[in-house]
């Protein structure tokens, strides 16, 4: 079971006002542009090479990254969001309900290819080339952080670097309870 969300024409949505999504909002409907692979759309249990909400993702909850092809801040922890989704891959009951996902904003295929190659990032990379996305969720600078429910409610958003990725995958943890 994946978000649940109606999707409709954003400008006729008046309850987001384009702020910044905080700890306890909703997120308003997205589209988001498919990964590249196949694979990447099996393991979001969403068809290849069309547009997707999130509430089609087959997850309980789904962690977000906004993420800058050029982010120096991104780029420096990488690493970190390689091993948190290795971390949750290996247990069996968070593998199920938890999906994660970065959205490069403003990327075209080529610089997302280059993103996943460069910094290996195991999850899939989705574009937003018109900033669409970027705009509806605020324009947050990079990298901005969010765990999504399955209702749409943010449960968790960070703008900047994390500090802690135990903290996170703890609290990742306690969600699923």
């Not at 999504?21 to 090479?49: D, N, V």
């Amino acid at each position: 079971m994946g978000l649940a969300f109606i999707i409709w024409n954003l400008s006729l949505s008046p309850a987001w006002d384009g702020s910044l999504p905080t700890t306890g909002s909703s997120l308003p409907p997205l589209l988001l542009e498919p990964p590249a692979s196949k694979e990447e759309c099996r393991y979001l249990g969403i068809g290849p090479k069309e547009k997707f909400s999130l509430g089609q993702v087959d997850s309980r909850i789904v962690l977000i990254e906004i993420i800058g092809v050029y982010c120096p801040v991104c780029h420096t922890q990488a690493p970190q969001f390689n091993q948190l989704f290795h971390r949750i891959q290996k247990d069996f009951t968070l593998a199920k309900k938890v999906k994660m996902l970065a959205v490069a904003v403003g990327a075209t295929p080529m610089e997302v290819s280059y993103l996943k190659q460069e910094f290996r990032i195991p999850f899939p990379i989705v574009k937003d080339p018109g900033f669409s996305i970027h705009k509806i969720l605020g324009e947050p600078k990079t990298p901005f952080t969010m765990i999504i429910e399955k209702d749409g409610k943010v449960v968790f958003a960070h703008q900047g670097a994390l500090e802690d990725f135990e903290s996170l995958l703890l609290q990742i943890k306690n969600f699923m309870r």
